[in-house]
Antibody, heavy 114, light 115 residues
């Protein structure tokens, strides 16, 4: 059974940092591209970042470029999102997603507030 | 102007058909793009429905009923999700997505009400 389980969300002050993790199982993680997608409360979906299967190609949305860093550890079947200089507008549920096999995690909530 | 524009809401009756549009920004030609469609119900992550580029390049999501289908309206520069035989369970938010300029781009979503 395919599983993507996000963790690491929580409440953080503006300007702070968080590191999200996504544990993958049920598929050969190292062969697939992965993405982070977020959804602010009551709002639509916003793609955040992409990483190729090897980690050699990375893309970011303009809204997070320079503040967020995506990475992966294929030996640990894990995807990460390091989020720095957080802003109130980064408040959202963050999903890790494998578009190729049509699977999304359940998401982890990040709240940026003082 | 957003890359992808979807109507914010749409209402239709049970048993009827609903056509959800995803219009590409002027200057971006729908022709070469694969358009992906997702359904999201409250409190759940999005569920993949299908992708459509052409009749020879399309894919239905696993377990997605055939009453969900995709197409393009080239004259309107839009992708279309057609849902036929509407059921109450189809009430949800629907999002389109494309890969454009090294980024995945979502439309703003359409809230479909079945009443």
């Amino acid at each position: 059974e395919v599983q993507l389980v996000e963790s690491g969300g929580g409440l953080v002050q503006p300007g702070g940092s968080l590191r999200l993790s996504c544990a993958a199982s049920g598929f050969t993680f190292s062969t697939y591209e992965m993405n982070w997608v977020r959804q602010a409360p009551g709002k639509g979906l916003e793609w955040v970042s992409y990483i190729s299967n090897s980690g050699g190609t990375i893309h970011y949305a303009d809204s997070v470029k320079g503040r967020f860093t995506i990475s992966r550890d294929n030996a640990k079947n894990s995807l990460y999102l390091q989020m720095n200089s957080l802003r109130a507008e980064d408040t959202a549920v963050y999903y890790c997603a494998n578009f190729a096999i049509e699977y999304w995690g359940q998401g982890t909530l990040v709240t940026v507030s003082s | 102007q957003a890359v992808l524009t979807q109507p914010s809401s749409l209402s239709a009756s049970p048993g009827a058909s609903a056509s959800l549009t995803c219009t590409l920004r002027s200057g971006i030609n729908v022709g070469p793009y694969r358009i992906y469609w997702y359904q999201q119900k409250p409190g759940s992550p999005p569920q993949y429905l299908l992708r459509y580029n052409s009749d020879s390049d399309k894919q239905q999501g696993s377990g997605v009923p055939s009453r969900f289908s995709g197409s393009k309206d080239v004259s309107a520069n839009a992708g279309i999700l057609l849902i036929s035989g509407l059921q109450s369970e189809d009430e949800a938010d629907y999002y389109c997505m494309i890969w454009h300029s090294s980024a995945w781009v979502f439309g703003g979503g359409t809230k479909l009400t079945v009443l």
